[in-house]
């Protein structure tokens, strides 16, 4: 058995803290080494615990997660950062990535997008989550990708393309109105479509093609 | 003087050698000849050209001597000229039918021409003392029928026996109406009585103080009503009878003028005394000549300190110069006012408005100065000032206070929904995909399908607890700056609205003090706000020059603009906040210039000192 996958954990804000720290206890062989709530301890924290990865929040007191990078970067190049942040701005990943950072994820998305980052960064490759990565690339020029939609969105998708009312879809789904729209506006948001109208005329598509492809 | 013309005699005579000898006379005499052979010719001549003297036989078949005498003298035009009959014999008889019928003068025949050269001469020398005498009665008539003063002449029995036409203008009576009748009806009473004891007194003592000397009485006017008239009497003897000759000139107007020049001079004296404001009156040399009342007790001069001051020395020592220009421009300008400052006796300044006008009285020229004490309103005004400023000040102040507050606000709530709410969320999202994928495979779709919608209603809520924080503080503008926050801010707003934003920054690199780059920031997101809300643009671009002081912001779009002119006519939406764009610019001392033209886009230009 390999030695397990040692992690710290760098975060303001307790909760979160806990949640990922039982999100990582899933994780087979994933140890969670040492934990802080301040910039300045990560590097003294890191030479005394020796962890592979940290996980980085960007706001963090004393000094912030951008400067505790490249601290760490300069005091233990080994160590991989994943930068675990509420931010989605463009100048902040630039700048984690520049001070040593080699993935980013959105603590909205960490529940999956964490997992993803972790084994990313064992094969040495660098992680962006899908948000992260869109606010990079700006508009796609690729047709959005449907497979980063979950179960629900795929079918809501699917209901709009069949030519199904957003009611008639709450009905059909057994859930209310108002979830149905915040479903619309998650798909329309991961989707980067700018309107309603957009959206429907994808989702049409969608169907058609996956219709053809059915024939097939 | 001597006559240039010769004497024209016309010779009547029906005898042809009486007549050439008769001619042969006149002419030895000196005098012209024209010869007439019968009284019809004779009348015909002298009516056509009357000669100066007429040389008349009696005897003569048709029309004889007595009768062309009567034509003659019936004829206005020759009713003037002497006639000398010429008679056979020097009987009375003849004589006297000649002169019943006009004749001046008789030469019997044969005639001697020593005596006709005499007798003729007297002739003609008559003819011109009439002559003489009726122009000069005709001129003293038209001398006085054109005088505007009246000529009265009456007999020491007080009756008129001559006026002239300008009694009718003065008393309303026609000279017929009064020729005849007693003076003084002319006269009102007392003058009437007074009158008779005059004329009485002066014909039995020859004692005067009327003749020759002039003076004031009062008369009575056809229809009553009361004359004032200045009375001159002059006298003279003739035939043994005294005549009085008196000239009345009417003086009614002059009296009105004399009366209004004195209660303007009462009311002038009375204004002096009473003005509220001061009054000065000085001379072309700037000398004071009158103060009015006031002055003293504005001044604190006395009348004779005044009158010995220039009306400039009053002005503060600084000015007087510029007074005495300000004067010199009143001769010119004839009424001028300004407003200056003078000085008491007692030193104390009194800020005054003068207001003065050039006079000319006689050709002497002096000038009038009202002037008129604002120190109380000037005071009034400089604490109006004061408290204008302060409260201005002070609103400055409020709203800087306002904006910081409001930033402050935006700052701590963002902050609080980034910090805290948004992990709190990250973490439920977690723990919520621990708990599904510990669910028991036992658990219905239900469940599952369920806790799916939770996932989505949370990242639903993340996401636009993202956009809240977004739009009240960027984290972008404190960690990385204005342009890092522009363009960011920038690239949403395209993706949302599908305006295409450029944004051009000249010396990015160089930070702002944090308030003028939150300040800037608001002013770029409440321009971009604007033209997406109004303007219908396609393209917006901005740019931000920070290399130098002040700094300039620039935003500009290619939408339909409008008319600037009419922008006040609308109240704007409190747009950011509490306050536009232009108070935001102009509260951290800047200024904001908008330019737009209908169907020409907008321009924002924003100049701030850093």
Known sequence: ?216 | MKDVKPTRVLVIDDDARSRRLLVAMVEAAGHLALAASDGAEALEMARRNPPDAILLDVLMPGVDGYAVALALKAYPLTRGVPIMMVTALSDRESRLRGLEAGAEEFVSKPVDRVELGARLRNLVRLKRYGDELARRTEEMHVLLSHMPDAVIEIDSCSMVRKANAAVQRIFGYAPEELIGGDVNRLMPEPVRSEHLSHVGRYLSTGDSDIIGLSREVTGLHKDGHLLSLELRIAEYRAHGERHFIGILRDIGERKRIEHEREHGQRRIVSLMKQAGDCIFIFDADNRIIDVSDSCQAVYGYSREEFLAMRFSDLCMPASRAECEATIDRLRVSESLSYQLRHRCKDGAELAVRVGATMLEVDQVRYFQAIVHDISDAERQRLAMERHLAVASHRLGELSRHLVEAQEDARRRLSGELHDRTSPNLAAIQINLGILTAALPSSVGDDVVTRMEDIRALIEDTDTSIREVCADLRSPVLDYAGLREAMERYAEAYSNRSGVAVTVDCANAQRRLKPALESLLFRIFQEALTNTLKHAKASAVSATLDTRASPVALTISDDGIGFDPDQVGAVPSKPGMGLLNMREMAELAGGQMILSSRPGRGTRIEVRIES
Do not use: W
């Not at chain 1, 924290?45 to 963090?60: E, H, Q, T």
């Not at chain 1, 675990?84 to 902040?92: D, G, L, M, P």
């Not at chain 1, 980063?148 to 879809?169: D, F, N, S």
């Open chain 1, 1 to 216: 058995m390999t030695r397990p996958l040692r992690i710290l954990l760098a975060d303001d804000h307790q909760m979160f803290r806990d949640a990922l720290r039982g999100l990582l206890a899933s994780l087979p062989n994933v140890e969670v080494v040492a934990e802080t709530d301040n910039g300045l301890d990560v590097v003294e924290l890191a030479k005394a615990a020796s962890p592979d990865i940290v996980c980085m929040d960007l706001g963090l007191p004393g000094m912030n997660g951008i400067e505790a990078t490249r601290s760490l970067a300069t005091a233990c190049p080994a160590v991989k950062v994943i930068v675990v942040s509420a931010f989605v701005e463009k100048r902040y990943v630039l700048d984690a990535f520049d001070a040593g950072a080699v993935a980013y994820v959105t603590k909205i998305d960490a529940g999956n997008e964490l997992l993803r980052a972790v084994e990313a960064v064992q094969c040495n490759q660098k992680y962006l989550s899908p948000r992260v990565a869109t606010l990079l690339e700006g508009k796609l020029s690729e047709p959005p990708n449907i497979a980063q939609l979950g179960t629900r969105e795929g079918r809501v998708l699917q209901l709009i393309g069949e030519g199904h009312t957003p009611a008639q879809i709450a009905e059909l789904l057994q859930t209310s109105r108002s979830t149905v729209d915040v479903y619309l506006r998650n798909i329309m948001r991961k989707l980067d479509l700018p309107s309603i109208a957009a959206l429907t005329r994808f989702a049409v598509d969608a169907a058609a093609s996956l219709g053809a492809d059915a024939e097939l």
